[in-house]
Every structure is written in C-alpha cells, then in structure tokens.
C-alpha cells in the first residue's frame, strides 16, 4: 500500500507557480514550470544546464509525496538522461484536476498526456509507491513512451497487507481523512512530519536536521490547501479501487504486459509495500531485474540514491546500447 511520502522540502520563500508558461528557479539549480493541459494543470521539476540530445526521463511521486521526492536521485543520472519530475494533480504545486479523477488510471492519464504534449516521450520512466502503480499503468497502455521502466516500491495489490498500511488503507474510507483531519488538529506540523518519516523511512536518523526544517515548513504550507485532504483521501480510495479492479484491466495483468526492460526496487524494511512481494513482481515483468535493499524502508530513491543510480544506470546503458545497435 502507498503512503504519505516526506514532503516536498522547498525554499520557504519560494511561491507556487500559476497557471500558465511560468518558470519559477527553487534551490539547487532546480526549476519548477506550469503547463496547462485539457482539464488540469501540472507542474514539473527539471534541472536546467544539461548535455543536449540526452534521451529524456520522467520521474513520478507517491501518495503525499511530490516530485521534490526525486532530487537527490536526479542529479546523479543528470549526465546520462534528460530527467523532469512531475507533480501529480492535487500534490505538490500541481491544483486538484478539474474532474475531482484521482483514480491511478485518472493519475495515468495526467502522465500520458504530459508526455503526449511535450513530445518527450519515449521517456524512461521512474515511478515510487503509487506513482509506480501509475508508471506500470502507462507502461502497459502506451509501450510508445516508455523506454525503461524503474519501480521503487510499486503499489500493486496485496492479499495480505501489512499492519503498518493500514492506516493509509483506512484513508479511502467515506468520512475518515475527514475525521483524523479533526482529531488530529492539534498535532504540530513537526509531529506530522516525525510521523511520516518513522514509516516511510527504514532509518529515519538519514534525514538532516536541515532536511527536518524544510520539510516542516512545507508540511505546514500543505495543510493549509483547502485540498489537501481531499486528494489524499481521493488518490487513496483510487489504490485501494486499483488493487480490487480484475481482469485485463488489474495492474497485476498489466505488469505481465510491460515490454519495457524493468528494474525493481524492495526495501527490506518497508512498512507499506511488503518486502515479501518482491518475488511475484520480479515473475510478472518479463525480463525484469531485482534490487533487494535489507536497510531501505519505502522512499529508497530518498535514502539510497546512489544505490538506485548505479542499477539504473545498467539498465537504461544497456537499453541504449541495444537500441543504438538495431
């Protein structure tokens, strides 16, 4: 199951973009730009300055997350693939789509047609938790633009889910983000932050004092959106619709649809996507490659990018040797 991810760490000074073509510089070289598509708008981070003519990559967030999830790893492919990470509707500094569809495939089809407009794809794609269930998804529907796949604790439908995902489960209740909204206003944004770390991380001690401020700030600047709650009790009702939808449509039939060369990534000590479940997704992608990290929790892209680069690496060099060859 998917969770609240940590959130977006940002300059505190640094304001949402509009809608529109608006390119707003955030810290560490990165940018943060709108685009407007039919009935939504997203917005995406890149990192200007980089070689010409690399193949592009796109890099999708989890539940609670954003795309600020995937700078510590982006900059460490930044010489071999041309990377943007997108904020999926109603996360980070993307607005709720005008259609309320917070659905994997309604989060699928904001991917698609991200990439049908900038022409970028074939992209390879990255996708963490849900956004891994999103990238199976567009894998499987649109081998067209989609090169690589690499998958960081996909949320794909377990029969036995963990008792540490429960509570994210419980979000896709009628009523109940709602009601923990109510009960836990009182909460500081730092508590909400600990929390988040202590289940998405396998050793919450990695994240900096620095890092802690920041995310604090941006959790503070969160719970202020008046849709905060809706898309995160939207987009979880649409995993748990995800995990119980069977036939060619089930993400599990999906998988076993991707022809794109796949790397999975497990961490040992994830408390929302079962370590366990490794073994049957490494099965359903054909051809596909395991990373197995004992330490790692449910962010590993977060706590051990260069391990995830170096695999990644392999897999998009050996792609590009293929294909440079044919």
Known sequence: M????????????????????????????????????????????????????????????????????????????ADLVDGEAVDLPGFGDSPPPDDGNYSVTGHARAVIRLLDASGRGPVHLFGNSLGGAVATRVAAVRPDLVRTLTLVSPALPELRAQRTALPTALLAVPGVAGLFARLSRDWTAEQRVRGVLSLCYGDPGLVTDEGLRHAVEEMERRLELPYFWDAMARSSRGIVDAYTLGGQHGLWRQAERVLAPTLLVYGGRDKLVSYRMARRAAAAFRGSRLLSLPDAGHVAMMEYPETIAAAARELIAEHDARHDGS
């Open 2 to 77: 998917s969770s609240t991810e940590l959130p977006e760490t940002r300059t505190a000074d640094t304001a949402p973009p509009a809608p529109g073509p608006r390119t707003v510089r955030v810290a560490d070289g990165e940018e943060l730009r709108s685009v407007a598509l039919p009935g939504l708008s997203l917005t995406v981070r890149s990192r200007p300055g980089g070689r010409p003519g690399l193949p592009p990559a796109l890099y999708v967030h989890g539940l609670g997350g954003s795309s600020q999830n995937w700078s510590a790893l982006m900059p460490l492919l």
